[in-house]
Nanobody, 131 residues
Framework: QLQPVESGGGLVQPGGSLRLSCAASGITLDGYTIGWFRQASGKEREGVSC????????NYADSVKGRFTVSRDNAKSTVYLQMNNLKPEDTDVYYC????????????????????????WGQGTQVTVSS
């Protein structure tokens, strides 16, 4: 059973940066599209970014375009979310998810950023942006 595991969350000041990592215990992430989602208490979980299994396709929510960058190192079976110029409204629990059929590509926030496309979910890591 694939179990994604997030790490790298923490407290950062506005304008600062964090890099989240997503790895898997027991099974490689190769062959899976990986999505990053975030959720604040009482709110819907929203798609932030995704990356295809090869790393050739990525997509981003409008709210993070130009600030967040997703990448993957398949040799290390790890996916990264580099978050720059963080804002207080980026404060959330961030989740990574793996999906073998998720269709991640740019052009619309519809592609690869929907929860239903992903089968396996991590437990989340807290990101807090505050001065």
């Amino acid at each position: 059973q694939l179990q994604p595991v997030e790490s790298g969350g923490g407290l950062v000041q506005p304008g600062g940066s964090l890099r989240l990592s997503c790895a898997a215990s027991g099974i490689t992430l190769d062959g899976y599209t990986i999505g990053w989602f975030r959720q604040a208490s009482g709110k819907e979980r929203e798609g932030v970014s995704c990356i295809s299994s090869s790393g050739g396709n990525t997509n981003y929510a409008d709210s993070v375009k130009g600030r967040f960058t997703v990448s993957r190192d398949n040799a290390k079976s790890t996916v990264y979310l580099q978050m720059n110029n963080l804002k207080p409204e980026d404060t959330d629990v961030y989740y990574c998810a793996a999906g073998s059929l998720a269709d991640c590509k740019s052009g619309s926030s519809y592609y690869g950023l929907r929860r239903l496309e992903y089968n396996y979910w991590g437990q989340g890591t807290q990101v807090t942006v505050s001065s």
